[in-house]
């Protein structure tokens, strides 16, 4: 709707909401311990290197723990993990406890039951307004046949061929 400069932040919100997107919990840790966010921000960079980035928010308590790591994992959650989804989305002091996990060998988490994985370097770190912006050397990733969960509209959803192309079968 907005043509105003001054953009309405629930209308911004909402339109950016929009654009379909993944969801990813991104996993890394710090002195006190293992640390995890629920991103949607996770997007493609390069091939050569393999790039990604992710953005998040100034605000997030978890924020000098990805400034600082050296490491970062990106799991790719499966369209069953919802509820892993909304525990790593909350505020709250052990978002580990009862979740089924092993570590790599930079000692970060990597999350089972996921639709991929991406074990990751940070590369670059850069200023973007009220979130920070990691981009990630990818190093190894794995993948599954789970289909990924998917953020669209501000609520999940899951995904299904287009109509159009079973009527071309
Ligand atoms: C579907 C979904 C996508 C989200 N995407 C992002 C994101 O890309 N970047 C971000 O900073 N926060 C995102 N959040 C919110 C964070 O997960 C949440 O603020 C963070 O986990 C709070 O934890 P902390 O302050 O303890 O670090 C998202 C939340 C949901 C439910």
């Known amino acids: 709707m907005s043509t105003n400069p001054a953009l309405d932040a629930r209308e911004f919100r909402n339109a950016l909401g929009s654009f379909a997107t993944g969801v990813t919990i991104i996993t890394t840790k710090d002195e006190n311990g293992y640390v995890g966010t629920t991103a949607s921000s996770f997007n493609t960079v390069s091939m050569d290197p393999p790039l990604i980035l992710w953005s998040i928010d100034k605000r997030a308590r ?22 892993l989804s909304n525990r790593f989305a909350r505020q709250q002091d052990d978002k580990f406890s009862g979740v089924d996990y092993k570590v790599n060998q930079h000692d970060i988490p990597m999350l089972e039951g996921c639709s991929t994985r991406f074990q990751c370097k940070t590369k670059y770190l850069y200023e973007g307004g009220d979130h920070m912006i990691i981009v990630g050397e990818v190093l190894d990733f794995d993948t599954s046949e789970r289909d990924g969960l998917l953020f669209h509209n501000g609520r999940y959803a899951v995904s299904e061929s287009h109509p159009e192309l079973e009527a071309c079968v």
């Open 62 to 83: 978890a924020l000098p723990a990805y400034e600082q790591g050296g490491h970062f994992c990106v799991n790719v959650l499966a369209d069953d993990q919802m509820e």
